[in-house]
């Protein structure tokens, strides 16, 4: 396990404890993108980690950003009730998801915000966010991801904590990477690529990989993407070129519509299906790292107060 600890919404603790993670999750979630579809029901969020905790689950890591409904004062009594660990994130989305208005407000002090939330709490709350969540665009990097990004390796120098990236669509891996660990100074390790599964270019995760970054493979396939069934291919392929130890795995609930309780995969979908769906392609004992290990040394760091 790496040294420093994963910053909990509850407080740090040592990687080890973290047992079976979702690397990538939301609890809460509204965006204008996503109308009518907003996570803010408690009991439901309740009901989602009473259910992958039932399965084993030991921790979700909640990717939701600022200023799209995460709920941070709701997470510590979740977590003490159900008894699975949750880690809240800082950081900001696509453009997309804010009005002018809130964006207008942030110019000249983000990496400020983003620190403040990993280093004194989100809000009012009191409560630490333990990664920076950001965003690029579909084969590109805006205007607007070069601005947040800039932002994440600003406060990931300060703070030392870790930077995940939403793919969009899985791509821009390269540029994103380029980006934060070559032009901003972000050291790999301390960066994890997210929604590969819905690019499976095997040459580009290895490419990726290569650098020393982490890749994660999170939500349930979608019409339109690979996931489910090019997965195991694209994991055991990292695999066998070394990756092994850089690998995460993730639900990505974003909608209401996709909660367990409403009738969809939901959370528990990540250890009912994916995970025994990759056992048998890979083995008991490389999927049990690929929950259980890997994440403890994605999120784990030897925090820094500015």
């Known amino acids: 396990m790496s040294a420093g600890a994963v910053r909990t919404v509850a407080g740090d603790v040592p990687a080890g404890e973290l047992g079976v993670c979702d690397a990538h999750d939301h609890l809460f979630f509204g965006s204008p993108q996503l109308p009518g579809q907003e996570l803010r029901s408690l009991s439901t969020a ?19 950003p600022y200023g799209l409904g995460r709920r941070a004062a709701d997470l510590p009594p979740l977590s003490r009730e159900t008894g699975v660990r949750i880690v809240a994130a800082t950081g900001l989305h696509q453009a997309v998801h804010y009005d002018d208005a809130t964006l207008a407000g942030l110019r ?14 989100i809000g009012t709350s009191g409560v630490r966010a333990g ?43 390269l540029d994103v990477l380029d980006l934060l660990c070559g032009e901003l100074g972000v050291p790999p390790q301390r960066v994890i690529l ?12 290895r490419q ?19 996931t489910d069934w090019r997965m195991p291919d694209a994991v055991q392929a990292l695999a066998e070129a070394g990756h092994g130890d850089r690998l995460l795995l993730g639900g990505d609930t974003t909608t209401a519509a996709a909660r367990s309780v409403n009738g969809g995969p939901g959370m528990p ?32 760091v030897e925090w820094r107060r500015p």
């Not at 995970?275 to 929950?291: A, Q, S, Y």
């Open 46 to 64: 309740r009901a989602e980690l009473v259910a992958f905790a039932e399965l084993g689950g030991g921790t979700v890591v909640q990717w939701t």
């Open 108 to 121: 000249g002090r983000l990496a400020e915000v983003f620190v403040a939330e990993l280093t004194e709490g």
């Open 131 to 173: 990664l920076i969540k950001v965003a690029g665009g579909f084969h590109t990097l805006d205007a607007h991801a070069r601005w947040t990004m800039s932002a994440a390796a600003e406060a990931h120098h300060a703070t030392g904590a870790p930077i995940a990236v939403h793919l969009e669509l899985g791509t821009g891996a």
């Open 194 to 205: 997210g929604h590969l599964n819905r690019s499976p270019d095997f040459t580009v995760h």
């Open 208 to 226: 990726a990989a290569a650098s020393g970054c982490y890749l994660a493979f999170d939500g349930p396939s979608r019409a339109n993407h690979a």
């Open 269 to 300: 979908y990540l250890l009912r299906r994916i995970r025994p769906r990759l056992v048998v392609e890979l083995g008991e004992e490389l999927v049990g790292r690929i929950l259980v290990d890997n994440p403890g040394r994605a999120l784990a």
